[in-house]
């Protein structure tokens, strides 16, 4: 997936890179890595938006299958 | 009756239940077995005969007393190397760890120690339970990848080194391995079994399981090994059926669902035959077949999966690597670094993602009683330098919902095939009794590699 360039840009300095004319390893490889992850995140959130609110639930906290994690409050 | 080894876990269970089958020639019998195969395959990290041998002999003598511990009384298995083993040595695969000899043992350790089950050694994995490849080769091809992390694991039931083993599965680790090896595979509902004493790799991803020859074997260690635990927060406080009892269950009522999209179009043409072939048989057991639609969110929540990997395995390693990078492989250390970027805020968003996803997951399945799939993309690939591709089991992994792996046929030149049935949350009895019938309608499960 090839984000689009706003997206590009946001998570570019989200990990604190720059993606145009960068050589070296580190940065190209978590772009690799992450920015497709990242970017479908930042869309997925940007949609929850106008949707009911999500309470989180950090699974691991006993949470996980075990209940409701979404409502419709507000 | 042929060698020891040749049984499955519940026939030589029986067999020891009846006095017909002594645990010392059990575990005498699988300790020639791996002096035999494993030098070609290199499936364990470690053995203890000697402790095996001195713990079978113990058994012995409570069977001899007249007191029986249950169905994994006397059983050899083999336990993944990121479980802790009290006085026996866990590396994880890495050099960082290499020498560490944990004081305690892993919840699921004492548990089946504790059931009965003898503890042959430990099987290798990928370093720290992530991509780069611990040395077991494939008992079907050697050339080829036995799939991980818990490759050793696999690998060793695979070639009847062990009756059973454990692994975990953060991504694709259970049900990836055990499809490339021809064995079953169960990763059941996050929460169900204790991470306790296990090294973390993600921890809101980490699930272990068994690896076994058969569903009812698998259903059997997991019996042994569920439930909740008071040194592990998020193993759930749900009552543990007994699964073993419910595996014949009549399949009529159930429905299955077919996925529309995300599978179809990543899986081999010989996948797609096997797998359209088995949904006939799943259908001709008497379960109705639906193609369903994936939630919108479905990829989306895979993709949050991957941030909360690289988050949470750069903040387990994140100290011992800014002082020890030179000892971590290339892949392990480049998740490290990647994750290390992760700002908390885009963490915390990914779990809110994931909680989406989760949630719609569960509304899907409330329309069907269990999805199913193909286990991977393909056949094992050739080469030990990858494990291969997880892509089918990053979605069970990252919602937490249970999933089991069941053979499925082989792919030209021989290679096995699997078959992944999901399930709903904590419903670990409604897959297994799919997989019970699948696996006695058809031929799969039985056949060896020739070694």
């Not at chain 2, 059941?188 to 790799?201: D, W």
């Not at chain 2, 009552?239 to 081999?268: C, H, N, Q, T, W």
């Not at chain 2, 885009?346 to 997951?361: F, G, K, N, P």
């Not at chain 2, 069970?396 to 095939?417: K, Q």
């Amino acid at each position: 997936m090839e984000p689009p360039e706003q997206v590009r840009q946001w998570i570019g300095e989200l990990l604190g890179i720059t993606l145009e004319g960068d050589s070296t390893r580190k940065p190209l490889e978590a772009w690799t890595m992450l920015g497709p992850a990242l970017a479908a995140v930042h869309g997925a959130t940007v949609a929850m938006e106008t949707e009911p609110a999500t309470v989180l639930v950090i699974p691991g906290s006993g949470g996980l299958g075990t209940g409701s994690e979404t409502t419709d409050a507000a | 009756m042929g060698e020891p080894w040749e049984l499955t876990l519940a026939e030589a269970s029986d067999l020891i239940r009846q006095g017909a089958l002594s645990p010392v020639d059990l575990v005498r019998s699988h300790l020639d077995r791996i002096a035999a195969v494993d030098p070609h395959l290199l499936a364990w990290a470690r053995t203890v005969p000697e402790q095996a041998l001195a713990e079978a002999e113990r058994l012995e003598k409570l069977l001899r007393k007249g007191t029986h511990l249950g169905p994994l009384h006397g059983i050899p298995v083999g336990i993944k190397d990121i479980y802790y083993t009290a006085g026996l040595e866990t590396a994880g695969g890495s050099r960082v760890l290499a020498g560490f000899i944990p004081t305690y043992g892993a919840t699921v350790v004492r548990r089946l120690r504790a059931a009965g089950a003898i503890v042959l050694g430990k099987t290798a994995t990928t370093e720290f339970a992530y991509a780069d490849p611990a040395p077991t080769r494939n008992p079907w091809n050697t050339d080829h990848t036995p799939g991980g992390s818990s490759s050793g694991s696999a690998a060793a039931v695979a070639a009847g080194m062990c009756l059973g083993a454990f692994g975990t599965q953060t991504v694709g680790s259970i049900v990836r391995p055990a499809a490339f090896c021809g064995v079953v595979g169960l990763k059941p509902t996050y929460g169900r079994v204790s991470r306790y004493g296990i090294l973390p790799l993600a921890w809101s991803l980490d699930h272990p399981g068994p690896i076994a020859r058969t569903v009812r074997d698998a259903a059997l260690l997991l019996e042994a090994v569920a439930g909740p635990d008071p040194n592990d927060p998020s193993a759930a406080h749900r009552p543990v059926p007994r699964y073993a009892e419910m595996l014949e269950d009549p399949l009529g009522g159930l429905s299955a669902g077919i996925p529309d999209r995300y599978f179809p179009e990543r899986a081999s043409p010989a996948v797609m035959a096997a797998f359209q072939e088995a949904v006939r048989v799943i259908e001709g057991l008497g379960v109705r077949i639906h193609e369903v639609g994936l939630p919108a969110c479905f990829e989306a929540g895979v993709e949050a999966g991957r941030v909360v990997l690289h988050a949470e395995a750069a903040a387990f390693h994140r100290d011992r690597f800014r002082v020890r990078r030179q000892e971590y492989g290339p892949k392990l250390a480049a998740l490290i670094e990647a994750g290390l970027l992760v700002p908390a805020a885009s963490y915390l968003r990914a779990q809110q993602v994931r909680s989406e996803a989760i949630a719609a997951m569960r509304r899907l399945l409330a329309e069907v009683n269990v999805l199913v799939t193909p286990a991977a993309p393909g056949a094992a690939p050739e080469g030990l330098g990858s494990t291969g591709d997880p892509v089918f089991n990053a979605p069970t992994s990252t919602f937490g919902l249970p999933a089991l792996g069941v053979p499925m046929g082989f792919a030209p030149p021989g290679l096995p095939l699997g078959l992944q049935i999901v399930g709903r949350h904590f419903d670990e009895a409604t897959i297994l009794r799919v997989g019970t019938a699948y696996e006695a309608a058809t031929p799969w499960h039985a056949r060896r590699p020739a070694l």
